[in-house]
C-alpha cells in the first residue's frame, strides 16, 4: 500500500438504517468499482480501495429510520469511473441492484455537458454520481 498523502480521505462511514439493502445496492456497487470487503460485523461492513475505507453500519443510535440528501450532511458520494461506456453499463446493471436512475431527461450529462455521468438513487435515498474519467464525447 502506497503511503497516503497529507489530508486525504482516510475513511467515511455511513449509517444505514436497513444494512441488508445497503449491502445489495452500495455493497454491489462498492465491490463492482473494486472495493474488497476489509471488515465483517453483525451491523457492519467496510471496504478498502488503496488507502482509504468505507464503512456501511446499522447503528442502534440512529436518531431517524430514513436518510434524506438534502437535509444538512451527507448529500452523494461520486465516484471514478473508467469511462462512458463503462458509466452506462453501470447504470444499466444498476437497477438490478435497487437503484434508479435519476434526471434520466439529462443524462448523462446532468452535471452540464462537458461531464459524463450517472446519477443514481438506491431505495433508502442515498445517491451516488459515477463519473467518466475518460469520453469520447468529451475529449
Not at 47 to 58: D, F, K, N, T
Not at 64 to 89: C, I, M
Amino acid at each position: 500500500m502506497n503511503r497516503p498523502t497529507h489530508g486525504a480521505l482516510h475513511h467515511l462511514e455511513i449509517w444505514v438504517p436497513d444494512l441488508d439493502r445497503s449491502l445489495a445496492s452500495l455493497g454491489w456497487l462498492l465491490q463492482t468499482l473494486g472495493y474488497t470487503v476489509s471488515q465483517s460485523w453483525d451491523t457492519g461492513r467496510s471496504w478498502l480501495l488503496g488507502p482509504a475505507y468505507l464503512v456501511l453500519e446499522q447503528s442502534p443510535a440512529l436518531t431517524a429510520d430514513g436518510h434524506d440528501r438534502r437535509r444538512p450532511g451527507l448529500n452523494h458520494l461520486a465516484f471514478h469511473v473508467e469511462d462512458a461506456t463503462t458509466v452506462e453499463k453501470l447504470a444499466a446493471d444498476a437497477a438490478q441492484h435497487g437503484w434508479s436512475l435519476m434526471f434520466p431527461e439529462l443524462h448523462p450529462h446532468a452535471g452540464g455537458k462537458q461531464h459524463y455521468a450517472a446519477y443514481l438513487e438506491n431505495t433508502d435515498g442515498f445517491e451516488v454520481e459515477l463519473v467518466a474519467i475518460n469520453s469520447p464525447e468529451l475529449n
